[in-house]
Every structure is written in structure tokens, then in C-alpha cells.
């Protein structure tokens, strides 16, 4: 199946600075890249998508960017809130929907 | 975005007995379903995929015979660990999607299963 690698696994910034969160995948065939937060006992919610024919979205404070060569895609969020503690996880998908390990921001105020 | 609704969750159950965990999507059909066990402080573990209608398609290393998923219906998918055991104790979480394979899916809330 499909290996999906992210770093780091915990990561802590300043309120106000920027974070950046970075994944890896192994199978070419995944073609949607989606991104979730998750809160301790919750479920994951979604924050940003981005599909194999689009190299850069962003929504507000949150981008992502995708190189389907290299088979890497990564989070970036700018001006850090504290409520954007949270542990957030990279997914590629395909017929299955692999998760990443998993990043553990850490907004400090 | 969709509801997808996960019962129970939290349930306690004795060793040697069996769980049923429902997944279902309220507002869409799902024609795909992946079940996925957490453990604290560590990533979601793919353990199937079914597909309405089929088979469910297990990741390497989780027993099929152990973690038994129906997916009989577009709204309903279930995940029935059997004989479970104290080291079955996890937090169980569902996802669903109803489109192609490069869209969104949708997460149900989650089961915490703890065997004694």
C-alpha cells in the first residue's frame, strides 16, 4: 500500500510566525492530498485539499503545495493563532486513504 | 460537508465477547468506507476498505477474521471485532466518501473500545 512520511512529528512556533508541515508518499497513482486537524478525541477535520492537477492552493492563512514528481506536498500556515494547536495529518489517497504520522503544532502566545 | 454518524462511542465489554460498531452517512451514499484505528498521540492505521457491495479489502496485518466489516448498504458499514481482547482496546474511527477517488472524505466521530 502506500507509505506516507511526515515531518516533523512535533513542531512548536511563536504566535505569528509561520509553520510549514511536509509529506511524502510512494504511490504515483494517489491523486488527492488532503489535509486534516485533529483535536484530542475528535475526529479529523478537514482543513485544505489539494488534487493532482493543481500544484498550490491556499485558503487564508493555510496554503498547500503539491509536486507530483518529486511525490511531496506540504502544509504552510501564516500567521500562527494559538487555537491552531492542534495535531494535524497529510493523507494521499486513491482507491484507499492513507494517513500520514501526524504533526503536533504548538502555537506558543 | 456530510454527516457521518459512529455508534457507540465509547462502549466497555468483557474479554471473548463481541463488538458491533456502526458507521453511517446520514446525507449521502457511501460508496466507500475506511475504518481506521488510533492509538494515543499516534496516526490514524488504515485496517479496510470496503466498497458497498463487496469484499472489504484489508491492509497487511490486520485479521480479517478478527475484524469482520459489512458493507451492505450506500449508508451503512459496520466493524464487528470478534473475541476481542484488552490488547483490542484502541479508539476506532470511520471515514466515508461518496464520490470518485479524488474527493473528500467524511469522518464519523469515533468508537473508544475498551476490553476488560
Known amino acids: 500500500g502506500e507509505n506516507v512520511e511526515q515531518h516533523p512529528s512535533t513542531l512548536s512556533v511563536q504566535e505569528g510566525d509561520s509553520a510549514v508541515i511536509k509529506c511524502t508518499y510512494s504511490?504515483?497513482?494517489?491523486?488527492?492530498f488532503p489535509w486534516y486537524k485533529q483535536e484530542l478525541g475528535k475526529r479529523p477535520q478537514l482543513i485544505i485539499d489539494i488534487r493532482s492537477n493543481v500544484g498550490e492552493k491556499k485558503d487564508q492563512r493555510i496554503a498547500v503545495t503539491l509536486n507530483k514528481t518529486a511525490k511531496h506536498f506540504s502544509l504552510h500556515i501564516t500567521e500562527t493563532q494559538p487555537e491552531d494547536s492542534a495535531v494535524y495529518f497529510c493523507a494521499a489517497t486513491g482507491n484507499q486513504f492513507y494517513f500520514g504520522t501526524g504533526t503536533s503544532l504548538t502555537v506558543i502566545p | 460537508g456530510a454527516v457521518v454518524s459512529q455508534h457507540p462511542s465509547r462502549v466497555i465489554c468483557k474479554s471473548g465477547t463481541s463488538v458491533k460498531i456502526e458507521c453511517r452517512s446520514l446525507?449521502?451514499?457511501?460508496?466507500?468506507m475506511f475504518w481506521y484505528r488510533q492509538f494515543p498521540k499516534k496516526s490514524l492505521m488504515l485496517m479496510a476498505t470496503s466498497n458497498e457491495g463487496s469484499k472489504a479489502t484489508y491492509e497487511q496485518g490486520v485479521e480479517k477474521d478478527k475484524f469482520l466489516i459489512n458493507h451492505a448498504s450506500l449508508t451503512l458499514s459496520t466493524l464487528t471485532v470478534t473475541s476481542a481482547h484488552p490488547e483490542d482496546s484502541s479508539f476506532y474511527i470511520c471515514?466515508?466518501?461518496?464520490?470518485?477517488?479524488?474527493?473528500?472524505?467524511?469522518f464519523g466521530q469515533g468508537t473508544r473500545l475498551t476490553v476488560v
Open positions: 446525507d449521502f451514499q457511501a460508496t466507500t
Open positions: 504511490d504515483s497513482a494517489s491523486n488527492y
Open positions: 471515514s466515508a466518501r461518496g464520490g470518485t477517488v479524488s474527493t473528500e472524505a467524511f
